[in-house]
């Protein structure tokens, strides 16, 4: 079992900043790969951010590429997402999420998920 507890959501203006935390617990959390994906109101949940268990390999959705920027802390058993140029449709419930996949672009590659954390970016 793996543990995912989001932090630092916040309300923001366009073209600000914030960095996301995910703080996962459970005995190899830091064998997993995790995910970052969102959830606008009325939207369905789409994938942002990828990396593998070392760090060493990150994949990221066309939206946010050049903006996002997705790392881990294994000592910490920390994963963030450093958002900048924030626009108003990055909107949404960001969850960060665990797998064992290499790919980890699809939802239904990940078993364990957290709660969420809103970020909402005004205009």
């Known amino acids: 079992q793996v543990q995912l507890v989001e932090s630092g959501g916040g309300l923001v203006q366009a073209g600000g900043s914030l960095r996301l935390s995910c703080a996962a617990s459970?005995?190899?959390?830091?064998?997993?790969?995790m995910g970052w994906f969102r959830q606008a109101p009325g939207k369905e949940r789409e994938f942002v951010a990828y990396i593998n268990w070392s760090g060493g390999r990150t994949s990221y959705a066309d939206s946010v590429k050049g903006r996002f920027t997705i790392s881990r802390d294994n000592a910490k058993n920390m994963v963030y997402l450093q958002m900048n140029s924030l626009k108003p449709e990055d909107t949404a419930v960001y969850y960060c999420?665990?797998?064992?996949?290499?790919?980890?672009?699809?939802?239904?590659?990940?078993?364990?998920w957290g709660q969420g954390t809103l970020v909402t970016v005004s205009t």
């Open positions: 999420a665990a797998t064992l996949s290499s790919r980890g672009q699809g939802g239904n590659e990940y078993a364990y």
């Open positions: 459970g005995r190899t959390s830091s064998s997993y790969a």
